[in-house]
């Protein structure tokens, strides 16, 4: 089996050959479409400038069509892996966020509507966690 050359493109992964199939296609109907409609436009208007813009109008369309089918063709290349991540990163990632920008606090005294979104993204546990560490922390550096 042939190996893919993949690129990352505003971040997703694609196949080269994919991304000029799209470009292609891009081309292939954007172009002509815009240049029928310009044709017809002015062949209706006199060659006026609300014509072309006409024509600029469907030519736009034609591109967000022709992403369309480009994105229904050409699937991204990404790689989804579902699963625990590593076991103490949130803590790690919430000691560097203190570290940057001091303690956290208390969940619990966060308005309801902010405690409610904590909950709901599972991150209540792991702030009230960091507050505990912080309490201990603070105890034993005063017990000193």
Same mark, same amino acid.
């Given at each position: 089996?042939?190996?893919?050359?993949?690129?990352?493109?505003?971040?997703?992964?694609?196949?080269?050959?994919?991304?000029?199939?799209?470009?292609?296609?891009?081309?292939?109907?954007?172009?002509?479409?815009?240049?029928?409609? /310009?044709?017809?436009?002015?062949?209706?208007?006199?060659?006026? *400038?609300?014509?072309? #813009?006409?024509?600029?109008?469907?030519?736009?369309?034609?591109?967000?069509?022709? *992403?369309?089918?480009?994105?229904?063709?050409? $699937?991204?290349?990404?790689?989804?892996?579902?699963? /625990? #991540?590593?076991?103490? #990163?949130?803590? /790690?990632?919430?000691?560097?966020?203190? *570290?940057?920008?001091?303690?956290?606090?208390?969940?619990?005294?966060?308005?309801?509507?902010?405690?409610?979104?904590?909950?709901?993204?599972?991150?209540?546990?792991?702030?009230?966690?960091?507050?505990? $560490?912080?309490?201990? *922390?603070?105890?034993?550096?005063?017990?000193?």
């Amino acid at each position: 089996m042939q190996q893919r050359r993949l690129l990352e493109v505003w971040g997703d992964t694609v196949d080269g050959r994919h991304l000029l199939g799209a470009i292609g296609l891009g081309v292939g109907i954007a172009v002509p479409v815009y240049l029928i409609a /310009e044709w017809g436009f002015d062949r209706l208007t006199g060659g006026d *400038a609300l014509g072309r #813009s006409y024509a600029l109008v469907i030519g736009l369309a034609a591109c967000v069509i022709a *992403a369309v089918v480009a994105a229904n063709l050409f $699937k991204p290349k990404r790689v989804v892996t579902i699963g /625990e #991540s590593a076991n103490g #990163s949130r803590a /790690e990632a919430m000691d560097a966020i203190e *570290a940057e920008l001091g303690p956290l606090g208390d969940p619990d005294d966060l308005p309801p509507a902010a405690l409610a979104e904590v909950k709901e993204l599972g991150l209540y546990d792991d702030l009230a966690a960091q507050h505990r $560490k912080n309490r201990l *922390a603070a105890a034993e550096g005063g017990e000193r």
